[in-house]
């Protein structure tokens, strides 16, 4: 172990003092503990790290800082003389917590989400480390997480079934969850694994998913009484929320659910994006006012919901909202297919496809991706990318022509 004084020019106050600093170093890990002296800057040899010959009270301020140094050392020799192994926080006297287990700190960033309120994030940490369950234990260290560790679990992954996407997204959570802990200080790491384990190989382009203007008039149009599969109130409400969303630069299913009378203010349409927490506001379509109309009640409050997805009287704390809109969006999602088959499109239709078809027709129609991004409550650009459909099939095979 190294221990010397150190004073920091950084760090002069008003009246020209330093403090002396004590500086301890072993196995790559430095801890700076303050002797309780201060003396004039002037005093300092910042050369040579020592206190300067002939100033003022020499010998009893050596005598002070020698004797906390030693001290350290002596404390240093016992765990030698015993053949103990220590560490740093052992010589000063700290005493260490219990290191967190990767289940531990997984589950008090998983109740830190409840205590927040985001139940989505939350569901996707409780995923992934029940997935790392089935693959082995975690109630080990973090530094048990090496990069073997890491390819290991990619294996079996992949051995389950999982597609390309869904073994990034739980490679995503685990890396951020064991970057926090680094943050956090839960653990030394001396070698990061995900380094060398690149996340973001693992992620593969998806097709797209919008429908052009022509679909989206034929499903306004299209007779439900010819879909058989489920109650025609069931079709009716999933067509109006893929229109409305449409309709409404595309705000998803969740937004449409917590959408309230107060929201509504001279034909125009003001909410706070729940994944962004951005303020959006634009003039409602004829016909996104007609499909409001429809649900409309002469008697609700400022603060009801307008549509019949959340009862501000049943769905009361943040679960029982979660669970009433998860519930919802895969009865609607289910409609929306039933819907698709009816007309025999390739792709079934989902409140997804919603939001993305607003993007691209308004891409194919020339309007600038960054109103587009606008209106859709992205952070950045690079978000909206992600949300527009590729060239048409049309324009490729015309710039394939010039190449014969």
Excluded at 18 to 38: D, E, P
Excluded at 93 to 98: H, L, Q, T
Excluded at 147 to 173: H, P, V, W
Excluded at 185 to 214: D, H, M, Q, Y
């Amino acid at each position: 172990m190294e221990i010397s004084a150190i004073c920091r020019r950084d760090r002069i106050s008003k009246q020209n003092e330093v403090a002396i600093i004590i500086r301890l170093y072993h196995n790559g890990i430095v801890r700076k503990i303050t002797s309780g002296l201060r003396i004039k800057v002037d005093y300092w040899d910042f050369d040579n790290n020592c206190l300067k010959n002939g100033i003022p009270n020499q010998e009893h301020l050596q005598y002070l800082l020698d004797k906390q140094i030693q001290e350290f050392k002596k404390r240093e020799l016992e765990y030698k003389i015993q053949g103990k192994n220590y560490s740093i926080d052992d010589i000063i006297g700290i005493k260490k917590k219990p290191a967190m287990t990767v289940e531990e700190y997984f589950q008090k960033i998983i109740n830190e989400l409840s205590d927040l309120g985001r139940l989505n994030t939350r569901d996707k940490y409780k995923f992934t480390l029940s997935s790392l369950n089935k693959f082995r234990s975690t109630k080990i260290s973090f530094t048990d997480m090496d990069f073997q560790f890491l390819k290991d679990y990619e294996m079996f992954l992949r051995k389950s079934g999982l597609a390309d996407n869904s073994i990034a997204t739980k490679f995503s959570t685990l890396k951020s969850v064991f970057n926090k802990a680094l943050e956090e200080e839960i653990f030394v790491c001396n070698k990061n694994p995900f380094k060398k384990f690149k996340v973001g190989s693992l992620w593969t382009s998806t097709r797209k998913r919008a429908i052009n203007k022509e679909t989206i008039s034929q499903l306004s149009r299209l007779d439900l009484s010819v879909v058989n599969a489920c109650p025609k109130s069931y079709l009716e409400l999933a067509r109006d929320i893929f229109m409305f969303s449409y309709l409404t630069a595309g705000i998803n299913f969740k937004d449409i659910a917590f959408l309230k009378y107060a929201n509504i203010e001279n034909n125009r349409i003001y909410y706070v994006r729940h994944k962004t927490k951005k303020m959006l506001t634009f003039n409602l379509l004829p016909e996104a006012r007609k499909i409001l109309d429809k649900y409309s009640k002469t008697d609700a409050e400022e603060d009801d919901y307008i549509f019949p997805i959340l009862d501000k009287k049943i769905h009361v704390t943040e679960q029982q909202i979660f669970d009433r809109i998860q519930k919802v969006r895969g009865r609607i999602n289910k409609s929306l297919g039933y819907i698709s088959e009816a007309m025999n499109l390739k792709h079934h239709l989902t409140t997804y496809v919603a939001r993305h078809s607003f993007a691209t027709v308004l891409k194919r129609s020339g309007v600038n991706i960054g109103i587009i991004s606008e209106l859709m409550g992205h952070a950045n650009l690079a978000t909206t990318e992600i949300y527009l459909d590729g060239f048409e099939e049309k324009q490729v095979e015309q710039a394939m022509q010039h190449l014969v």
